[in-house]
């Protein structure tokens, strides 16, 4: 069954620096995804991506976040200057179509933030 | 306001009992819901959606539009069933609005 993957599984980085990271969604999807999920709170909803630019964005999603699809099959969250609260678990999911379509998430990558 | 109502954090069961985890919801138009499972140490998955209208692993769950509900059920808890369940909501845009999740402990 194909799967999303996501790496690093975990990432420990100190406040200010620059994280990136990755996603391999699913071969033949078109919707790409960013959710986090900050330590005993629920998941929420980051990003968006389609046809090469961001659909829709959450607040949380501010100028210090960015997206990108460099190639064919990576997706990327980029983190330019990391605080301790971004300290969570991101989670990539892709689907086939917006709406009704299911996501399918991956692993997840645990950032955590000294 | 879209949003996701999950009010137990924690719901413990003996194995062959029923199990009932609840989820409101509210979103003023034609709302797709579903139950996403996550096993200790593996990813969220998708478990059912309503459009669907089945039974997976046993459990099933209704859209009550009346009262805003999707809860999720299975009549006889197995101690396999322990996970945390989180109730979403796709209000057709793609994107997906979690509830709180409801950990489900089956006891033997």
């Known amino acids: 069954e194909p799967e999303v993957t996501q790496t690093p599984s975990h990432q420990v980085t100190q406040m200010g620096q620059e994280v990136i990271l990755r996603c391999v969604p699913i071969s033949n999807h078109l919707y790409f995804y960013w959710y986090r999920q900050i330590l005993g709170q629920k998941v929420e909803f980051l990003v968006s991506f389609y046809n090469n630019e961001i659909s829709e964005k959450s607040e949380i999603f501010d100028d210090q976040f960015s997206v990108e699809r460099p190639d064919g099959s990576n997706f990327t969250l980029k983190i330019r200057s990391t605080k301790l609260e971004d300290s969570a678990m991101y989670f990539c999911?892709?689907?086939?179509?917006?709406?009704?379509?299911?996501?399918?998430f991956g692993a997840g990558s645990r950032l955590t933030v000294l | 306001a879209q949003r996701v109502t999950q009010p137990e954090k924690l719901l413990s069961v003996f194995k062959g009992a029923p199990v009932e985890l609840k989820c409101n919801y509210s979103y003023s138009g034609s709302p797709e819901l579903f139950w996403y499972v996550q096993y200790s140490r593996q990813r969220l998955q998708l478990l059912l959606r309503?459009?669907s209208r089945e039974s997976i692993k046993g459990f099933t769950a209704d859209l009550n539009k009346g009262e805003t509900s999707f809860h999720l059920k299975k009549p006889f808890a197995q101690e396999e069933d322990s996970a945390m369940y989180y109730c979403?909501?796709?209000?057709?845009?793609?994107?997906?609005?979690f509830g709180q999740g409801t950990t489900l402990q089956v006891k033997p």
């Open positions: 999911a892709s689907s086939g179509y917006s709406g009704a379509n299911v996501l399918t």
């Open positions: 309503h459009i």
């Open positions: 979403a909501l796709n209000g057709n845009t793609g994107k997906l609005i």
